[in-house]
């Protein structure tokens, strides 16, 4: 997501790659986006809402597409991805009775037209973009007056153990840099949502090793994506340096990985003004009111 450091600018193409490379083995891996993923739906729980179109935003391989499907059977759902061996996935697992289409896109450019979408879930995604405005500008403007934007992102104390022991390597990005909570919550603001809420929860896996837990990252496409990267592999030299320093923060005989996981939801307000290419602005036609 957005730093004020533009080493961490996310390639895009790089984030694509390690998302096509993932796709076989991701649903193996993903242990924690499908935790934070089903939590996340049960949080509908506490809103009313029947939907009609569902997008989910950075679907992978289907998993919350499907329990999507299941909670609301009558709603056609839209599988959006940056990758396209995941959206193959996806479609290989989805039910034959569910209602799902599938689009490749990306989340800072959305490929769909404005208000169209009742409920906008966005599970572990949007961290992978690099203008956070600009995707909620995006999501506000695909949302229907009324909708709903569910999401859930990661915070700054995400991998500290990892950026910890990488700072020991080299002065290079490593780890990505998150959106504190309180930032996501005034970007919200200015996008014109209304009502959102906002809480954060702290998760904490173990590896044997740090080879396990990279191995792990590797697997669900989490790789270093940073413009200001290091390019290819660790020395031998380097991933020793990186396991002695891990090695410090080993407790009751396993490494701990940090998560910090941001839950939200927000409801549209519809899309704001936004600017055209040749510099005019559009304004769309739910925002106009007739005069008194």
Known sequence: MSSENPAFHMEKRAVRRAFEQAAAAYEASAVLQDRVGAQLIERLDLVKLEPQWILDVGSGTGLQSRRLNRRYPKARLLALDLASNMLRQARRRKG?????????????????ATATIDLLYANMSIQWCNDLDQVLREFARVLRPGGLLMFSTLGPDTLKELRQAFATVDERPHVSHFIDMHDIGDALVRQGYEM???????????????????????????????????????????????????ERLRADGRLPATYEVVYGHAWSSGPLAFSCADGSVAIPLTQLRRRP
């Open 96 to 112: 034959w009775r569910q209602r799902q289409h599938f689009c490749q896109g990306d989340a800072e450019s959305l490929p769909l």
């Open 196 to 246: 959102p809420v906002l809480d954060v929860e702290c998760y904490q896996l173990t590896y044997a090793t740090v080879d396990d837990l990279l191995r792990d990252l590797r697997n669900i496409g989490a790789t270093n994506a940073a413009s200001g990267r290091a390019r290819g592999l660790l020395t031998p030299r380097r991933l020793q340096v990186l396991r002695q320093a891990y």
